[in-house]
C-alpha cells in the first residue's frame, strides 16, 4: 500500500513564521505551464472525487495515526476499512475536494486563493488542526490521484501539484497564526493588551 512520494515535503513540518517563508510561498505560486497542467488533470480526477477524497483520508489515518484526535468522529475507530463507507468521513472528503477544486479554480485569480486559503487556515485554528498536518494531506492526495491519472501522471504533474499544494497550504498556515495571535491578544486582559493609540511613541 506504499506510495512512493518524491521530495521532503511528504513528512516536512512547519516551523514558526519567518520572512524566508513569505518568500517561499511567494517562490510556490505555480507557473502558468503547471497551472495548465493541474487544470488539465483535475478535468480526470473530478470524475472520482468522492473516492479521492476516501482514499486520501482513510491512507492519511494509516500513515498518520495522530491525525485522527483532529476528527471527533473517528478518533476511536480502530477499523480503517470501515471508515471507507463512513458517510461523515465521505463527507469531509468531498469538502476537501471541494477545496482543492476551488484552489484549482482560482489559480488565475490569487488574489481570491490567497483570501480562501488564509481563510481556512483560520478556521483549522479552531478545528485544533495544526499546520503541521496540511502537508500529509497533500502527500495522500497525490498517492490517491496517482492510480485515477495512470499514464497521465508524470513527474512534470506531481512537481505542479505539490507546487501548488506547498503554495495554498503556507497561506492556510499563515491564516492559522494570524487567528493564534489574534486568539492570544483577545485572551489577555484590557490593560495588558497593547495600546494602539501609543504605537507612534
Known amino acids: 500500500m506504499g506510495?512512493?512520494?518524491?521530495?521532503?515535503?511528504?513528512?516536512?513540518?512547519?516551523?514558526?513564521?519567518?520572512?524566508?517563508d513569505d518568500d517561499a510561498a511567494a517562490a510556490a505560486c505555480p507557473?502558468?505551464?503547471?497551472?495548465?497542467?493541474?487544470?488539465?488533470?483535475?478535468?480526470?480526477?473530478?470524475?472520482?472525487?468522492?473516492?479521492?477524497?476516501?482514499?486520501m483520508f482513510v491512507r492519511l489515518f494509516e500513515t498518520h495515526p495522530e491525525c485522527?484526535?483532529?476528527?471527533?468522529?473517528?478518533?476511536?475507530?480502530e477499523d480503517l476499512e470501515r471508515l471507507r463507507t463512513s458517510r461523515e468521513l465521505r463527507a469531509h472528503g468531498l469538502r476537501v475536494m471541494s477545496f482543492i477544486e476551488k484552489s484549482v479554480a482560482r489559480l488565475d485569480q490569487l488574489e481570491r486563493l490567497e483570501a480562501l486559503a488564509l481563510e481556512l487556515g483560520k478556521s483549522h485554528y479552531h478545528y485544533n488542526a495544526p499546520p503541521k498536518y496540511y502537508s500529509y494531506v497533500?502527500?495522500?492526495?497525490?498517492?490517491?490521484?496517482?492510480?485515477?491519472?495512470?499514464?497521465?501522471?508524470?513527474?512534470?504533474?506531481?512537481?505542479?501539484?505539490?507546487?501548488?499544494?506547498?503554495?495554498?497550504?503556507?497561506?492556510?498556515?499563515?491564516?492559522?497564526?494570524?487567528?493564534?495571535?489574534?486568539?492570544?491578544?483577545?485572551?489577555?486582559?484590557?490593560?495588558?493588551?497593547?495600546?494602539?493609540?501609543?504605537?507612534?511613541?
Open 3 to 20: 506510495c512512493a512520494i518524491s521530495g521532503p515535503t511528504a513528512k516536512a513540518e512547519f516551523g514558526e513564521r519567518t520572512t524566508e
Open 68 to 77: 485522527k484526535d483532529v476528527f471527533f468522529l473517528f478518533r476511536d475507530v
Open 31 to 55: 507557473s502558468e505551464d503547471q497551472i495548465l497542467m493541474i487544470k488539465d488533470s483535475w478535468k480526470v480526477i473530478r470524475d472520482d472525487i468522492a473516492k479521492v477524497g476516501i482514499i
Open 138 to 201: 497533500q502527500a495522500e492526495f497525490i498517492c490517491a490521484v496517482q492510480p485515477i491519472l495512470k499514464e497521465r501522471w508524470t513527474s512534470e504533474l506531481e512537481e505542479a501539484w505539490k507546487t501548488m499544494f506547498q503554495f495554498v497550504t503556507s497561506l492556510m498556515k499563515q491564516g492559522y497564526q494570524e487567528e493564534s495571535d489574534r486568539q492570544r491578544l483577545l485572551a489577555l486582559s484590557p490593560k495588558d493588551r497593547p495600546d494602539k493609540k501609543n504605537t507612534a511613541l
